[in-house]
Every structure is written in structure tokens, then in C-alpha cells.
């Protein structure tokens, strides 16, 4: 059964621009989640998307954005990036069960200069 | 604010020496932990959790203890071995009661297995 996949694994961007890093759950699992990783905030959670319809949300500004589809592939969308940006961006999928156990993907490392 | 937090940022154990992580966390509503490995270059990985009403669970040479009255949670490796070197995280997950998933991660405890 493959994992969750992320791609890009790798991004360089420079700041102002946009940038959408895309999520494909495992099967079968309809809830997709997405954290940012630093060295000094550690792993902060952005927001989840069940059904097409986000479910939870972080304490992130709105340039920080996602959307998920109806074969639950999801993508987030970070506009006007800032030099903090710069983070190692998780997404993790669950099936829908009671114990809500999550399974993270490689993560996509954004750089941005 | 509610949050997760770890006593010690590095744990150095012995090959074959039994391992505890710390965690403390500050919400005394929530009802569902977990401890997640994170080794480098990859995403955390799910490694054993625990509901509220439970004090203590165990998997396969890991044990995790709950502590509601003084809201600790530990995770007890027993036997380290080299392959447990990594980054242990414990998480909350605070939308469980809204439905859905919200974890709030502690800062991470990094383990190291000398030979």
C-alpha cells in the first residue's frame, strides 16, 4: 500500500512570489492535514481537509491556503512569501476512524531566499 | 496558551538500556495522545498513543504512561537499539471534539543509542 506523497520534495522561491505544494493521501483516506516545521516554531499545525471542506484551522495568516479535491488529493498555497516561510511543509492523511491516527508524508523542504 | 511541551531537548541511553521521554502538557480537557519518531529526512511516524481513560498502553517495546493529575505523558522504549536514534515527538490532538484532526506538537526530545 503506498504512502502519503508529497511532491515537490524540493522548492527554492524568492520572496513575494507563490508557491502550491501537492498532497495525495493514501488511499482510501479522506482526511488530509498539513503542518509546518522549523527549527524554532518545531511542527505547527495549518489546517485539515475532510470532504473537500476544511475541517480544521491553524493559527496561520491567510496568506496560507489549501484546498482539497474530490479523489482527496489535496494542495496548500503559500502567497507573497516571506523569508520565514522557509520550512520543511508535512502533510499527513487519516482514514476516518476513531483513533484518527495520521500518516505523514516525506514533507516538501521550501526554501525561500 | 494550552500547549505540549518536552522536559529535555537530548536523551543519550546505552544500547540495550531501557529509554523514557517527558512530556507535560497543559490541557486538562484533552483526551488523546500520541508519540510520533521523526528521523531525518523523513515525516514523523506514528508509534503508539493513548486516550484519557486509559493510564498506561503498550505496543511492541514501547510503553506509554498517562498521568491526568499532574498531566504527564511519557513514552518507555525498552531494549534501545541504534534504530531508535531519531526525534520523539508527543502530540495532542485537539480536534478530536470538534471532529477531525488538530495536533498540537511538544518541541521534541532527541534520542541518541551509543554503542
Known amino acids: 500500500k503506498a504512502g502519503v506523497t508529497q511532491t515537490p520534495r524540493y522548492l527554492i522561491k524568492t520572496r513575494g512570489q507563490q508557491v502550491t505544494l501537492s498532497c495525495s493521501p493514501i488511499?482510501?483516506?479522506?482526511?488530509v492535514s498539513w503542518y509546518q516545521q522549523t527549527p524554532g516554531q518545531g511542527l505547527q499545525f495549518l489546517f485539515e481537509?475532510?470532504?473537500?471542506?476544511?475541517?480544521n484551522k491553524g493559527n496561520f495568516p491567510g496568506r496560507f491556503s489549501g484546498r482539497q479535491f474530490s479523489n482527496s488529493r489535496s494542495e496548500m498555497n503559500v502567497s507573497t512569501l516571506e523569508l520565514g516561510d522557509s520550512a520543511l511543509y508535512l502533510c499527513?492523511?487519516?482514514?476516518?476512524?476513531?483513533?484518527?491516527?495520521?500518516?505523514f508524508g516525506p514533507g516538501t523542504r521550501l526554501t525561500v531566499l | 496558551g494550552e500547549s505540549v511541551g518536552l522536559h529535555l531537548p537530548t536523551l543519550s541511553v546505552q544500547e540495550g538500556d531501557n529509554s523514557i521521554i517527558n512530556c507535560a502538557y497543559s490541557?486538562?480537557?484533552?483526551?488523546?495522545f500520541i508519540w510520533y519518531k521523526q528521523e531525518s529526512g523523513k515525516g514523523p511516524q506514528f508509534i503508539i498513543d493513548?486516550?484519557?481513560?486509559?493510564d498506561k498502553r503498550q505496543g511492541q517495546r514501547v510503553t506509554v504512561l498517562l498521568n491526568k493529575t499532574v498531566k504527564h505523558l511519557s513514552l518507555q522504549i525498552a531494549a534501545t537499539q541504534p534504530g531508535d536514534s531519531a526525534v520523539y515527538f508527543c502530540?495532542?490532538?485537539?480536534?478530536?471534539?470538534?471532529?477531525?484532526?488538530?495536533?498540537?506538537f511538544g518541541t521534541g526530545t532527541q534520542l541518541k543509542v551509543e554503542l
Open positions: 493513548i486516550r484519557s481513560n486509559m
Open positions: 488511499s482510501g483516506h479522506r482526511s
Open positions: 481537509y475532510f470532504s473537500e471542506t476544511q475541517r
Open positions: 502530540a495532542e490532538n485537539m480536534g478530536l471534539t470538534g471532529g477531525g484532526n488538530k495536533l498540537t
Open positions: 499527513a492523511s487519516s482514514k476516518p476512524s476513531l483513533d484518527n491516527e495520521q500518516f
Open positions: 490541557n486538562s480537557a484533552s483526551d488523546y
